[in-house]
Structures are given as C-alpha cells and as structure tokens.
C-alpha cells in the first residue's frame, strides 16, 4: 500500500485540456489571446453523394475485313486523337481487287462510248450499237415505202413487197435490242460502280483509326496476327469530359436540378474537381431509395480515370448563408470538437458540430457558435474553460 501512494498523488496531479483543475493557478495571470468576431458568411449550401466515375465514351475497335496486322501504333495506356492512325492491316490482296473493279467499270464505260468523259451520263441514241441499228432502221423503212409504191404501180410482185415489210420488222427488233441493250450496260456500269467503292472502301478498313481523343485500356491483338471480321483490337476510352454518377438520397431529391454545380473528391487526392449535372433520373431507385444523377467532370490532364470512387457534393444554393471557424480554432479530443470564446475577458468553451472544409482552411460549424460570439483564434493546451484572458 505504501508503494502506491506516490502513484496516487502523481495522478491527482494530471489534468487533460479540458479539465478545470489548473484554472485557480492561471487566474492570477490573464492569458493574451486573439479573437474572432462570428459573423454570417456566404457557405452554399450542399448536397452530399456518393458515386463512380465512367468514361463519356467507349468503344472496342474491331476489323471490318480480315487480314493480318501489318502495324500496331498503340499499347496499354496510348493516348490518341481522333482519326489517328491505331492499326494498320495487310493491303495487297484489296489493292488488287478495287484495281479489277476499276478495270470493270473502264469496260462498261468503253461499250458506252464514254469512256473518255467526266461523268457516267449517256444518251441511249448517241450509242454506237443504237446509232447502228437506227441507220439500218432507216433504211429498211424507205426500201418498204419504196416497195410499196413500185407494188401498187404492178412494178413490184407482193412477194417482194411482204419480204421488204418483214425485212423492217426484223431491223426494228434489232434497234429495240440495242436500246435494251445499252439500259443493260448502263445498269451493269451502276453494279460495276457499287463494286469498285465496296473494294475501296475495304481497302481503306485496312486503316483503323481512332473514332474519338483518348487513351488506351486494353489491346486485344498483336502485330503479324491474322484477324478475322470484327476481331477486337483495342478498347479506347474518351478521357474528358468524364461521366459522374451519384446517388441522392431520396430526401434531398427535390432540391436537384440540371445545370447545377458538381464538385467531387476522390480518396487521396486533395484536389477537387468541378462540373455540372446533366441528366436526371425520372424515377427514385427502390433498391436504396436514391435519385440517380449524372455529371460532366472535365478531365484536360488526364488525372481522373474511369471506375474511381468519388464524394460528389451537388451545390442546391450558392447563397446560403452559415458560420464558419478557422480549423485552428477547433480542438478536437476524444471525438468532441470544441472552440473557445471570450465572454466578459473570460474563458467558455462550446462544444461544436463541424460541417465541411471550405477554402482558406475553414470549417463550417453546423451548431455550436452564434452570430457576434468572440471565438478564440487559435485554441492551444494552455487554455482552459473559467480562464481570464486578455484580448488582443
């Protein structure tokens, strides 16, 4: 028992920062401290949410036509912009074929007699085949007109005259056959046309270029690799703006509405990120009761990525009015945050509820300090609750 007395004077002899033993010791003695006056400031007011972040835009890029990778410009993590060359295929084999395309459509035009012009129009009558087949037309008519008037004069048997009639029948035949044939032609060249820019145009699917800016997540292939229709190559996501989805609670639903201000935060980064909402969900999730809202986060340096968590805080009231405290001003102990304040050049401490950091260091305080209360600047181990105090 004698060995635990010292400990017991020992322990009578401590006190915490908020205990008022060694207060008659320091009231001989006013403490010099410095003081601000609580006055109403511009705090809007906030709706907290929590959510993900999604790209605007993704897209795996896939062949169009088989072939083997010739080039592959991009890995894990490329950044590219729009219409940048990604992969390139093997092009010989569609080379040859938009050329036999090409020949083709030359072939059609030459039959056409237009081989030489600038454009495709033809006139069925300007045709060699059609001009042909009128001039013999033409001929054949008059030889009957001929016939006919020698036949009535008795110069000419009717035999003659029925072979000069059907002989005209036979050419004017003819002449149809060349009109349907130039249609033909023409119709061939239109088909001949649509071959050519389908070869062309697989030949340039041999090219796959960037659909949109952004950076790569995952590449799928690699070069010298035979790639099949519709073979994934890379998937590529749109960087800025992001998509930010939160959830709010159903409560505060009401208070949402588009073009209001988003700022997020994500875990171990203190910088913060602003930008807007822009779609509303029309309907409340019964799941967890919550609104889903969606935001635009602009993202120019790329420090934000896609499927991050973040705290979302949705401004419902940029003219809010609350108090706010230095964060020096505020002890904390034993999860109790308190300020002090000077009432009549005494001491009194407040137990405050704190609300979110703002700028400049501040703290909101949601209750705990009133409009006029002298708060302490800086609240320090040495000061305690009944303490005279001497302001500066």
């Not at 001009?131 to 110069?155: H, P, Q």
């Not at 389908?198 to 010298?224: C, H, K, N």
């Not at 201000?261 to 019964?286: C, D, K, M, W, Y």
């Not at 904390?332 to 300020?339: C, E, N, S, Y």
């Amino acid at each position: 028992m004698l060995r635990a007395v010292p400990l017991l004077l020992l322990l009578a002899g401590c006190s915490g920062p908020y205990s008022n033993t060694p207060v008659a010791a320091k009231e001989t003695a006013a403490a010099d401290v410095s003081v601000i006056r609580v006055t109403p400031t511009s705090i809007p007011e906030v709706v907290n949410a929590n959510g993900e972040l999604f790209a605007e835009e993704s897209a795996t890029l896939s062949t169009k036509v088989p072939g083997r990778i010739v080039k592959l410009n991009v890995d894990l993590g490329s950044l590219v912009k729009a219409g940048e060359i990604v992969a390139e295929l093997e092009k010989t084999d569609y080379e040859f074929r938009a050329q036999q395309a090409a020949a083709l459509v030359d072939q059609s035009r030459a039959r056409l007699g237009i081989l030489g012009n600038s454009t495709d129009d033809v006139k069925p009558e300007e045709v060699a085949v059609v001009k042909e087949a009128d001039a013999a037309l033409r001929e054949a008519r008059f030889i009957l007109e001929t016939t006919r008037k020698l036949e009535k004069d008795g110069v000419v048997s009717r035999i003659d005259f029925e072979k000069a009639n059907v002989r005209t029948q036979g050419i004017e035949a003819r002449y149809q056959a060349a009109l349907a044939e130039v249609s033909q032609t023409r119709a061939l060249l239109s088909e001949r046309r649509a071959q050519l820019a389908l070869a062309r145009q697989q030949l340039d699917d041999t090219v796959i270029r960037a659909p949109f800016t952004g950076a790569v997540t995952r590449r799928q292939a690699s070069q010298g690799e035979f790639l099949p229709v519709n073979a994934p190559l890379i998937t590529l996501v749109q960087q800025s703006p992001l998509r930010v989805r939160l959830s709010v609670p159903e409560r505060q639903a009401m208070k949402i509405r588009q073009g209001q201000t988003i700022e997020i935060l994500l875990e171990g980064n203190a910088q913060r990120f602003h930008g807007r909402v822009v779609r509303i969900s029309p309907a409340i999730e019964a799941q967890n009761r919550s609104l889903t809202v969606e935001g635009e986060i602009p993202n120019p340096g790329g420090v934000l990525r896609p499927g991050s968590f973040v705290e979302g805080l949705i401004t419902v009231n940029s003219g809010a009015m609350g108090i706010a405290a230095p964060a020096d001003a505020i002890a904390g102990f034993a999860g109790i945050d308190r300020v002090y304040v000077v009432t009549g050049g005494t001491l009194d401490d407040r137990v405050v509820k704190r609300g979110r950091q703002l700028d400049n260091n501040q703290i909101e305080i949601l209750e705990g300090l009133s409009d006029g209360d002298q708060l302490v600047a800086k609240a320090t181990d040495r000061l305690a609750k009944g303490q005279k105090v001497r302001v500066r």
